[in-house]
């Protein structure tokens, strides 16, 4: 940036300082380079054609004063910016917490397996025109931050751990070594600054670079933790988070992933461990949080049923949390392109049902880790959705007269989960939203 004598007044090296800086040149400068149309060539020149192409039409003659050129400048700029960053994984940067079609890196390093996978999810969401295809459902993604892995391999480092666990095979006492070191001052700062901005249960997810590849897949082997995060002192949770992620770090040297790397001929020093931070999907009700539905899909379908084609895929689903599902209890299974068709006989259905699911404990103020990956959760009955009225399009009840189940909760008799309204009457369009995302993404 110059003055009107053509003095360097300021030098910005990207789209950030350049925003920055227009914000405090003086007017004389920007009435200086606005005339002669530098805003635009500037940007041309450096390869930010759609953002010159935006600006080359405006004239600085147009306008009454240099503080209006000033605002039309920050905001095209703020525009495109927000446009080239969608669904991508940008530096750490305070205002971007809050905007979920950004993933934040906290540290440097590899997003892991997992982190791969989920950042190419965001970016497919952001940068793919769902609502063309599906105008009546909003598909999005839920505020996510990624630790890099240098931070695992600094935390190691710097708290002289690696003598300590490879002679150490009692995975508790790990745990306890793991717990008493620090995070580098850098990421407690930043992670403080997400929980001053997010009010939700949040997710600690592993993501190691072995984890979701095509031939290991490491599903299970690694910890996750849920936690309410609703302390009313923000350095408890800032302890219950930094916690999580220590435990996170812990989980490769536990007995099942030490087990599982031997037997796929690696080694457990090459594994290196990145941390997902999510935003809990879900609602509160009452005294616990969770989402009405939640599920996993798959594009292939092992075990066809009638006129079901294996490359159709399937979906289960579940009321409350995804960890009901993930870890096999009692789901209903589904084929996208078939809702209406039940795998099973009613009776088979009622036996077959969800009777209990996963919330987030928002009881639970204070919080033992060591407890596991349940320490932050309630295991409740189906009835409690029930009360908190989050049944009412998710469930059917069977008629024992006549062997029969009716959508609805109108009617007296056994709850049967199987989402009658939303799949048979098509309440939300979930089964054609799974059968379009599962095709695009395979």
């Given at each position: 940036?110059?003055?009107?004598?053509?003095?360097?007044?300021?030098?910005?090296?990207?789209?950030?300082?350049?925003?920055?800086?227009?914000?405090?040149?003086?007017?004389?400068?920007?009435?200086?380079?606005?005339?002669?149309?530098?805003?635009?060539?500037?940007?041309?020149?450096?390869?930010?054609?759609?953002?010159?192409?935006?600006?080359?039409?405006?004239?600085?003659?147009?306008y009454k004063s240099p503080t209006k050129v000033r605002q039309i400048l920050i905001d095209v700029i703020q525009k495109f910016r927000n446009e080239q960053n969608q669904g991508k994984i940008i530096p750490?940067?305070?205002?971007?917490?809050?905007?979920?079609?950004?993933?934040?890196?906290?540290?440097?390093?590899?997003?892991?397996?997992?982190?791969?996978?989920?950042?190419?999810?965001?970016?497919?969401?952001?940068?793919?025109?769902?609502?063309?295809?599906?105008?009546?459902?909003?598909?999005?993604?839920?505020?996510?931050?990624?630790?890099?892995?240098?931070?695992?391999?600094?935390?190691?480092?710097?708290?002289?751990?690696?003598?300590?666990?490879?002679?150490?095979?009692?995975?508790?006492?790990?745990?306890?070594?793991?717990?008493?070191?620090?995070?580098?001052?850098?990421?407690?700062?930043?992670?403080?600054?997400?929980?001053?901005?997010?009010?939700?249960?949040?997710?600690?997810?592993?993501?190691?670079?072995?984890?979701?590849?095509?031939?290991?897949?490491?599903?299970?082997?690694?910890?996750?933790?849920?936690?309410?995060?609703?302390?009313?002192?923000?350095?408890?949770?800032?302890?219950?988070?930094?916690?999580?992620?220590?435990?996170?770090?812990?989980?490769?040297?536990?007995?099942?992933?030490?087990?599982?790397?031997?037997?796929?001929?690696?080694?457990?020093?090459?594994?290196?461990?990145?941390?997902?931070?999510?935003?809990?999907?879900?609602?509160?009700?009452?005294?616990?949080?969770?989402?009405?539905?939640?599920?996993?899909?798959?594009?292939?379908?092992?075990?066809?049923?009638?006129?079901?084609?294996?490359?159709?895929?399937?979906?289960?689903?579940?009321?409350?949390?995804?960890?009901?599902?993930?870890?096999?209890?009692?789901?209903?299974?589904?084929?996208?392109?078939?809702?209406?068709?039940?795998?099973?006989?009613?009776?088979?259905?009622?036996?077959?049902?969800?009777?209990?699911?996963?919330?987030?404990?928002?009881?639970?103020?204070?919080?033992?880790?060591?407890?596991?990956?349940?320490?932050?959760?309630?295991?409740?009955?189906?009835?409690?959705?029930?009360?908190?009225?989050?049944?009412?399009?998710?469930?059917?009840?069977?008629?024992i007269d006549n062997d029969t189940i009716s959508p609805g909760l109108n009617q007296y008799g056994p709850r049967v989960i199987n989402f009658a309204n939303i799949l048979k009457y098509n309440y939300i369009?979930?089964?054609?939203?799974?059968?379009?995302?599962?095709?695009?993404?395979?």
């Amino acid at each position: 940036y110059k003055d009107k004598n053509g003095n360097n007044i300021g030098i910005a090296k990207t789209l950030k300082e350049f925003e920055n800086q227009l914000k405090t040149i003086p007017d004389e400068s920007i009435i200086y380079h606005a005339k002669k149309n530098h805003f635009s060539l500037w940007l041309m020149a450096r390869g930010e054609i759609q953002a010159a192409k935006v600006l080359n039409p405006y004239n600085v003659k147009n306008y009454k004063s240099p503080t209006k050129v000033r605002q039309i400048l920050i905001d095209v700029i703020q525009k495109f910016r927000n446009e080239q960053n969608q669904g991508k994984i940008i530096p750490y940067e305070e205002v971007a917490i809050l905007d979920e079609s950004n993933i934040i890196s906290l540290s440097e390093g590899s997003l892991g397996g997992k982190g791969r996978g989920v950042a190419f999810i965001n970016s497919l969401i952001y940068n793919y025109d769902f609502s063309q295809i599906l105008p009546n459902i909003n598909i999005r993604s839920q505020k996510t931050s990624f630790i890099g892995t240098d931070e695992f391999e600094y935390f190691l480092n710097r708290n002289k751990l690696y003598e300590k666990i490879y002679k150490e095979s009692d995975y508790d006492r790990i745990k306890k070594i793991f717990l008493n070191a620090k995070l580098s001052p850098t990421l407690i700062r930043r992670l403080k600054i997400i929980l001053k901005k997010i009010d939700k249960p949040l997710a600690v997810r592993s993501s190691g670079l072995f984890e979701d590849s095509l031939m290991q897949p490491f599903a299970g082997i690694f910890e996750t933790y849920l936690l309410p995060n609703n302390n009313p002192d923000i350095n408890i949770r800032l302890e219950q988070l930094a916690g999580a992620i220590k435990l996170v770090y812990a989980s490769v040297y536990s007995k099942i992933a030490r087990g599982y790397v031997e037997a796929i001929n690696y080694k457990i020093e090459e594994e290196k461990m990145a941390v997902i931070i999510q935003e809990v999907v879900g609602n509160k009700f009452g005294d616990f949080f969770y989402p009405h539905i939640s599920g996993v899909a798959q594009s292939y379908n092992y075990y066809p049923f009638a006129h079901m084609k294996p490359e159709e895929g399937f979906a289960v689903a579940a009321v409350g949390l995804g960890k009901y599902v993930v870890e096999g209890d009692k789901a209903y299974r589904f084929s996208p392109k078939y809702p209406t068709t039940d795998i099973n006989t009613p009776k088979d259905q009622l036996k077959n049902s969800q009777v209990k699911f996963f919330a987030v404990d928002l009881r639970k103020k204070e919080l033992n880790l060591l407890e596991g990956d349940t320490a932050g959760l309630a295991f409740i009955d189906i009835e409690d959705a029930e009360m908190h009225g989050t049944l009412k399009h998710c469930a059917s009840v069977f008629n024992i007269d006549n062997d029969t189940i009716s959508p609805g909760l109108n009617q007296y008799g056994p709850r049967v989960i199987n989402f009658a309204n939303i799949l048979k009457y098509n309440y939300i369009p979930l089964a054609k939203t799974i059968e379009i995302v599962l095709d695009i993404v395979k």
